[in-house]
């Protein structure tokens, strides 16, 4: 594949940069800010969460409540 160059702002400059990983180009990282969101983007993302919260916990308990009847 070739390479192309082109001319930024140098808001759009630092902005791209501000969200470069370590182990990526500035070329990757473009390619995965405007190419959609993939599953390892989720599970970068994951890794963030504090996912120690329950679903009744973060809901009150109304995920196990019983539905009502429809008599």
Do not use: F, W
């Not at 990526?24 to 993302?45: K, P, Q, W």
Request: glycine residues 8%.
């Amino acid at each position: 594949m070739g390479t192309k160059q082109m001319r930024v702002s140098e808001d759009l400059y630092a902005r791209v940069k501000s969200e470069n990983r370590e182990d990526e180009t500035l070329s990757e990282t473009l390619d995965r800010l405007v190419g959609g969101y993939s599953l390892i983007d989720l599970a970068d993302d994951a890794e963030e969460l504090d996912l120690d919260v329950s679903i009744e916990e973060a809901t009150d308990g109304t995920v196990g409540a019983t539905p009502p009847s429809h008599e």
